[in-house]
């Protein structure tokens, strides 16, 4: 590993405004049990619903599956120290339902326990803090086929494996976040049908988003309750600006009907208690329904102590179709998001929107006052080239991070309260339906030899981490 070369150099003003995160600001990195673990027979674990869409034919780009992905599992104590030397303070990881709890209901599995009880002593020994995901969309297949998160049940059972976890290792980890991006899991899941289980009808999914919420209500009572000290319990969201593509009335109504159904109908019932009138509306009208029963509202506005919030990228909404119509076939108004234009773009053709993500989070701020914030993911797949030695020089990305994390500064200065930036992601790793080709690491992983070697924006955080500790000395 090397760690001495010399690093990029972000913008005097990107410098100027990092500069004036405060002295306890967390700097970290994320990663996900199925992106990076492998060992999916090992240890009593049982296949999730990705190591089942992994088999499907066509599923995931060039037929990858997570069966070795970055070996993680045995590599754990290499990995933590790696980001010993990056000078990080928070890891971001998340335990695999299906090796902790195989069958998704009734005893733990001591064996597959015992490595999250490994990760979190490794951590702890090297200074870092562990912040704990229970679910980044692993779910065991056995609660799939018993109807997956359009039914009620799951939620429930998901809060039982909450405390199961809990009880093995709430004495060490005081950062647990319920779920990783339950818009992904659902709407990708269960209406698009590209991620797991990769189904495909509305209504399901938006029951899986309901009962994603009371999983994560249920969730943090039991947590609460079981805490033995302080705990920081928290949610994470994807989240983004909608902004309509016009002044017209057209693409306005279109801009709130998409902030309604892929912003509101999230933070809403867990930050106040309430579905938006209008997201109901919107649903009724296309004769779908939360299936919220007497109380349950109550459960998933359950105070929470930190927001964790996810920023990839932000739309424009158009209430025209491609070809000019503005209703669809079943006489619904359109709404399509379209990119904002004129922007660089990533690996993935994702556009990138730093002043956007400062916006994003004075939003927040405003509409949901009174939650602190914390970056729980934000990076960027490039096409990396390696040297000979495997050393990418990722200026690119390193500029990506750097334009990012001012923004997470400049939204400060606006009042937003962010408390830490854990960027995605630590290594190059398995990006679900993407499979290996799009790299989101600062370290590059060789999957021949499984070598890890940190890119230039591994450095430039070491650094700019480095810098931000002598200024607080
Ligand atoms: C997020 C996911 C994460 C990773 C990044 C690129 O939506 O939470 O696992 O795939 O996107």
Redesign the pocket.
Known sequence: MTLDLPTHVASARHDELIATLPADFRFGV???AY?IEGAVAEDGRTPSIWDTLCRVPGAIDNGDTGDVACDHYHRMPEDVALMRGLGLDTYRFSVAWPRVQPHGRGPANPAGLAFYDRLVDELLGQGITPWLTLY??DLPQELEDSGGWPVRDTAYRFADYAELVHDRLGDRVAHWTTF??PW?SAMLGYVEGVHAPGRRNFQDGVAAVHHLHLAHGLAARRLRAAARGPIDLAV?H?LGNTTPATDSDLDREAARRADALGFRFYLDPVLRGSYPADLVADLAARGVEIPVRDGDLEIISTPIDTLGV?F?RSFKASGTAEDGSTTTPDGLPVTRGVPVGGLPTTY?DWEVMPDDFADLLTRISRDYPGVPMVIT?N?A?YDDEPDATGFVADADRTEYLAAHLAAVAEARTRGADVRGYLL??LLD?F??AYGYD?R?GIVRVDYDTQARTPKQSALWLRDTITAHRARHA
């Open positions: 994320a990663t996900s992106q980044h969309w990783n991006e992904c994470t994807i996810n990839y993935l993911e990076g797949a995605w992601s790793n990006e679900w799009k989101f």
